[in-house]
């Protein structure tokens, strides 16, 4: 099993910045992807970026060069999030994946983010 913590969220004014934190601890695989997720109100989950282990990322068109993924080890991820909008708004979740045999992820329980406008 694996745990996933975040921190970091909260009410943040339209163009201002935020960094989300996500802690892992259990059964750590040191070779993983872990990534960022968000869910707005009455919206599917969606993908915002990912990074493996070895350092490749992957980023959703919607918020290239305004959020950067980065890792300091196989446990911690972070997301710094600039030039925020409303539309940002969302849940936002920590993800952990390892491929075996198939895919087992892990799910953080969330962190709220708010732009005011």
């Known amino acids: 099993q694996v745990q996933l913590v975040e921190s970091g969220g909260g009410l943040v004014q339209a163009g201002g910045s935020l960094r989300l934190s996500c802690v892992a601890s259990g059964n750590i695989f040191r070779i993983n992807t872990m990534g960022w997720y968000r869910q707005a109100p009455g919206k599917q989950r969606e993908l915002l970026a990912t990074?493996?282990?070895?350092?490749?990322t992957n980023y959703a068109d919607s918020v290239k060069g305004r959020f950067t993924i980065s890792r300091d080890n196989a446990e911690t991820v972070y997301l710094q999030m600039n030039s925020l909008k409303p539309e940002d708004t969302a849940v936002y979740y920590c993800n952990y994946f390892i491929t075996l045999n198939a895919r087992i992820n892990y799910w953080g329980q969330g962190t709220q983010v708010t732009v005011s406008s």
């Open positions: 990074m493996t282990s070895s350092g490749r």
